[in-house]
């Protein structure tokens, strides 16, 4: 069946990276706009990033921008956040969405999603 599979999460020390992959399985990424999104314990959604179907347009919340990259490898079936210099309030669990389109991708309705991965920030 077609999925979405997250991965890369893990316990990190403030200041520190990880990169999270979003795998695609049974379909081809090539039609779809991926976006990343966390929600923490007692918070809302909130949208990270999004990367178009051809790349050429990335978004990244305000709270993320200079720290976190969004990138895609259509052959990989695979988009990447790369997040550098980790914060504690990054920490959330993350899960990526295929989209026709970035925009709006925070509240409309995804065409496929994944499980999610834990990403937590602490010393």
């Known amino acids: 069946q077609k999925q979405l599979v997250e991965s890369g999460g893990g316990l990190v020390q403030p200041g520190g990276s990880l990169r999270l992959s979003c795998t695609a399985s049974?379909?081809?990424?090539?039609?779809?706009?991926i976006g990343w999104l966390r929600q923490a314990p007692g918070k809302e959604r909130e949208g990270v990033s999004c990367?178009?179907?051809?790349?050429?347009?990335?978004k990244y919340a305000d709270s993320v921008k200079g720290r976190f990259t969004i990138s895609r490898d259509n052959a990989k079936r695979t988009v990447y956040l790369q997040m550098n210099g980790l914060n504690p309030e990054d920490t959330a669990n993350y899960y990526c969405?295929?989209?026709?389109?970035?925009?709006?991708?925070?509240?409309?309705?995804?065409?496929?999603w994944g499980q999610g991965t834990q990403v937590t920030v602490s010393s």
């Open positions: 969405a295929a989209h026709v389109v970035c925009t709006n991708y925070i509240s409309a309705r995804a065409q496929y």
């Open positions: 990367i178009s179907r051809s790349g050429n347009i990335t």
């Open positions: 049974g379909f081809s990424l090539d039609y779809y706009a």
